[in-house]
C-alpha cells in the first residue's frame, strides 16, 4: 500500500476513462457485467485507487493465430478502465516529444499515417523517384516479451512527478501477468505460439502483455530514446517506425549499414536486439513494403499477402458477418490499395449476392431473388 496523500483523482476522470473504455466494446460480456451497477462499481474502483489498494486483477489469456500465432492478454474490464485513467493522465507528458515518425498508440498515427509518412519520405530521399537511394529495413526480434521492467519504469519516472500516477505505473509495469491467469486455449491454439514468443517462457521481470492499452503506450516510451538516437545522433532524416517495425532511408547503402550497428549498440543497452532475418538494405526502386503497404515509384498499393488473406476470408467468412467485414477491408484497399485489388472484392461481394456501390466504396445487403410468377 502507498503512503503519500489520497490520490486527486475525481469521479469525473474516472467516468471519462470508463467512457474511453468500452468506446467500441460496450457489447461485450465483461462490459455490459460491469454497466450493470456501474455507479457501485466506479465508486468501489474509485475507493481503491484513492487509497492507494488497487491491484490490477488476473489477466486472460488465448491465443489468436492471424497473422502469425500469438498471445494475447486481457485484463479484466476494470483494470482497462485503469489503464485508461494512466494513459489520459501521463501520455501528454510524453507524446509531446515523440518524434513525427513514431507510430502506433498515437492518436491519428495508424498504419495509414505510417505509410503515407514513409511515402513523403521515398519521395523526399529520391527527389520524386528521380535519383536512387536505398533502404533499411529492420525489425526488433520478440519486442514486447523482451521488454525489461526495470528499465521501463526508470524512463516513466524520469517524467512522471505524480506518486500516484508513478505508483500506478509500477503496479502496471512490474505486474507478473501470469499469476493466476485465466487460459482459455479450447481450440488448443496457444499450443501454436512458439516458446520464445510466449510470456509463460520469459525469467521474471520481463515481458509485457499485448492486447493492453498501457502495453503499446510503453513501447513508445521504452522505444523513444532510440528514435532520437537515430533523428538526432546519426541524422537519419528519412526514418519511420510503427511500434517494432522501422525503415530508413538514404542514398548510400554504407551509411544505413553503419546505422544498424548503432541500432544494434543502442538496443543492446536495453536487453533488446534486432531480427536479423528480418533485417536488410536494399534499393528502394523495388518497392518498400511497410505496415500492410508496398510502396513503389509512382504508386502505393496494399501487400498481395493481406490481399490474398482478405479473399479467402471473404470467401469463407458467415453471410452475418460478411457486410461488415468487406467493407472494412474496401476502406484499407481504397486509402492503399489499387483498382485492381478493389475489383477482386467487389466480385466476391457480386458472387454472395450483394449489391456494391457504382464507385466501389462500399457493399450492402443481399440481394434477394424473387422469382417472376405467371399471370
Not at 536505398?134 to 520478440?142: E, G, H, S, V
Not at 525469467?203 to 503506450?217: A, H, K, V, Y
Request: aromatic fraction near 8%; glycine fraction near 6%; charged fraction near 25%.
Amino acid at each position: 500500500m502507498i503512503t503519500q496523500q489520497p490520490s486527486d483523482i475525481t469521479v469525473s476522470q474516472l467516468f471519462e476513462a470508463y467512457y474511453d473504455c468500452r468506446r467500441h466494446k460496450r457489447n461485450t460480456a465483461s462490459a455490459l457485467e460491469f454497466e450493470m451497477a456501474l455507479e457501485n462499481n466506479l465508486m468501489d474502483l474509485l475507493a481503491e485507487l484513492q487509497a492507494g489498494t488497487w491491484m490490477p486483477g488476473p489477466a486472460t489469456v488465448f491465443a489468436i493465430t492471424r497473422p502469425r500465432p500469438r498471445e494475447v492478454w486481457a485484463a479484466q474490464f476494470r483494470d482497462r478502465i485503469v489503464h485508461h485513467l494512466v494513459y489520459r493522465a501521463v501520455n501528454p507528458l510524453f507524446e509531446p516529444a515523440f518524434i513525427a515518425d513514431s507510430c502506433a498508440c498515437i492518436k491519428g498515427r495508424g498504419t495509414l499515417y505510417g505509410a503515407e509518412r514513409l511515402h513523403r519520405h521515398l519521395r523526399s530521399a529520391t527527389e520524386n523517384w528521380s535519383k536512387p537511394a536505398f533502404y533499411l529495413k529492420a525489425d526488433i526480434a520478440n519486442f514486447f516479451g523482451s521488454i525489461r521492467h526495470a528499465d521501463l519504469f526508470a524512463m516513466l519516472a524520469r517524467r512522471i512527478t505524480d506518486p500516484t500516477m508513478l505508483d500506478l505505473c509500477r503496479k502496471l509495469v512490474f505486474q507478473d501477468v501470469r499469476q493466476g491467469a485465466i487460459v482459455k486455449d479450447g481450440a488448443g491454439t496457444l499450443a501454436l505460439v512458439p516458446p520464445h514468443k510466449s510470456l509463460f517462457q520469459v525469467p521474471p521481470g520481463i515481458g509485457l502483455p499485448i492486447g493492453n492499452l498501457s502495453s503499446q503506450f510503453f513501447a513508445n516510451v521504452y522505444l523513444d530514446g532510440l528514435d532520437q538516437t537515430i533523428k538526432r545522433r546519426l541524422g537519419m532524416r528519412h526514418y519511420v517506425r510503427y511500434v517494432d517495425d522501422m525503415v530508413m532511408i538514404h542514398p548510400e547503402p554504407k551509411a544505413l549499414l553503419a546505422a544498424a550497428d548503432a541500432i544494434r549498440d543502442h538496443l543492446a543497452g536495453i536487453g533488446l536486439k534486432l531480427a536479423e532475418h528480418k533485417t536488410f538494405v536494399a534499393p528502394v526502386a523495388k518497392g518498400v513494403d511497410f505496415v500492410g503497404h508496398v510502396i513503389r515509384p509512382h504508386r502505393r498499393q496494399g501487400r498481395p499477402r493481406t490481399h490474398r488473406a482478405a479473399l479467402r476470408r471473404l470467401m469463407e467468412i458467415p453471410a452475418e458477418d460478411f457486410m461488415p467485414s468487406c467493407n472494412s477491408y474496401l476502406g484499407l484497399f481504397r486509402h492503399g490499395g489499387s483498382r485492381n485489388q478493389i475489383i477482386a472484392l467487389a466480385r466476391i461481394a457480386l458472387r454472395r449476392r450483394h449489391w456494391v456501390a457504382a464507385d466501389l466504396t462500399k457493399v450492402g445487403g443481399r440481394r434477394i431473388h424473387t422469382p417472376r410468377t405467371s399471370s
